[in-house]
């Protein structure tokens, strides 16, 4: 094997530290590169002419937001909202906003992102909130989808990736705040929620 596809190999396969955790790689760091690439110009076709005002929710949206907005060439302004959810494993429960918006966005453009569309509930909880200030307009964007668990109606106007039902982590995305950091989008093995969701079944 030639250096070059040994390197290539190695940097698209789970870490090994890391290889009874995380199952698979479903979306490599250099897919997710390009894909980001074409969101920053389908957002700039849509928003040229105004400033807008990018709000992110935290804290899946580290890395994607990071990525992102450094390929919009737009003007913009950037605030934070903090959503939680105190749920048991891979189960969102109670939503709890953790971070007001500081920002003024009443006639404004807005763009706002989060790293993964499930269920929609998180969406049905923020979306009202910044309608209620007044935008001009609000579009929604999110790194992936998963469109086989929305139970709310809801849907993102740029897509970054459809997934199938898996629970995945990396690039942001967590499973009770560990693996954010990965520069990849893994698969987690079902026996790390599955053991945590026995544990808190026991307590
Ligand atoms: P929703 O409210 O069910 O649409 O879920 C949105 C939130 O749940 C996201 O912002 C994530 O924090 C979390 N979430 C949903 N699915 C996953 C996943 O597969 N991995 C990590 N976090 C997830
Ligand atoms: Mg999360």
Do not use: W
């Amino acid at each position: 094997m030639s250096a070059k596809l040994k390197k290539s190999k190695a940097k698209n396969s789970v870490p090994r530290r890391l290889r009874s955790e995380v199952e698979k790689i479903l979306i490599t760091e250099e897919q997710i590169a390009r894909r980001i690439k074409t969101l920053a110009r389908e957002i700039e076709r849509d928003f040229r002419g105004h400033e807008l005002v990018v709000v992110s929710l935290l804290n899946g949206t580290v890395m994607f937001l990071a990525d992102l907005i450094r390929h919009l060439n737009l003007p913009l302004r950037l605030d934070f909202i903090g959503v939680s959810s105190y749920g048991s494993g891979t189960e969102s429960g109670e939503l709890v906003f953790t971070k007001e918006l500081r920002l003024d966005v009443q006639g404004r453009d807005v763009l706002l992102i989060d790293d993964i569309l499930d269920t929609g509930k998180t969406m049905s909880h923020v979306l009202p909130k910044i309608r209620a200030l007044n935008p001009r307009k609000i579009k929604v964007c999110v790194l992936l989808d998963k469109p086989e668990r929305r139970t709310h109606d809801i849907e993102a106007d740029y897509v970054g990736f459809k997934i199938p039902d898996f629970f995945v982590v990396g690039y942001g995305l967590d499973f009770a705040e560990r693996y954010r950091n990965l520069p990849f989008v893994g698969v987690l093995h079902p026996h790390i929620y599955k053991e945590v969701s026995k544990q808190i079944v026991q307590k």
